[in-house]
């Protein structure tokens, strides 16, 4: 049985990937289907998680090979998507080439999405969500702003976000048409050309329902701070156990985070998040210009016209 051409969606993490797996990925009238889920443990599971003298292609893609039979009798386009594809910028995980190698050894004809965000945004978005699962360290330890000892890296490396090095590669390894990279800021601004761009390139012409909500949002100022410094006496769930619950403390913090998020006026959130946004902007200064510069040239989007320093 021939299989109708895989999308992948790679990441990256905080750039509109909840939105795109409830909204777009989950609309089988769309002609998307999900076999392995809207966020794809499997896919983790698979192209991350084994060590290289582990990792076969041949075995991984018989672990894809029921999904991908069962979307070709349906008549639908499957699709896998993973954010942290490209690795996690929250977590301190950087494996972007070797997973995109692993994809391309398994997949060599998929086509692969990739939406970026701006660079400030990204890093105050993935700080928001840091603290929000558990994270303790101030928005400077967490980007790298102040001395470490060698060998302990910060969370959130800054070369990470030179998107164009990824976008080049994967270009490389899968063809310039086959490799579909589209700004964040698109779903603010133009939703509707972003949900066709994404529909286009998987060959599918439906028109997805307009919904404005943002997915996975993470706490504003006051509750940052706050969770910030709950989070070193409150134990952090081990997420990675199927056994595992939420304390009794982790469920009382949640729950008094979302009442300030909720009821502190954006005032009080603002005095706390001006700061955060001032010492991001210093850090990074022009820092990724030129790699912009370069992101706009791979993917003929000039990314200055979405507040992209360039």
Known sequence: MSHPQLIIHIGFPKAASSWLQQVIFNDEKLGFFSPWGLESAEAIEQFVIPDSFHFSAESTFKVFEPGLQEAASRGMVPIISHECLVGNQMAGTYYGKEAADRIHNVFPEARILIL???QKSMVLSSYRQYIKSGGMK?????????QRRPGFAPPCQLTYLEYDLLIAYYQKLFGVDNVLVLPFELLKEKQQFLCQ???SFAGLDGTPE???E???VGFRGLTMEFRRKLNSVVKRPDFGNVQGSRSLAWRIAEKLSKILDRFVPQSIHKQIEDPLKQSIAETIGDSFRKSNQKTS???GMNLADFGYDS
């Not at 101030?138 to 102040?146: L, S």
């Open 116 to 118: 970026l965000r701006e």
């Open 138 to 146: 101030t928005i400077e330890d967490f980007m790298g702003a102040t």
């Open 197 to 199: 761009k994404v529909l």
């Open 210 to 212: 307009y919904q404005q």
């Open 214 to 216: 943002s997915k996975n």
């Open 297 to 299: 040239q791979l993917i």
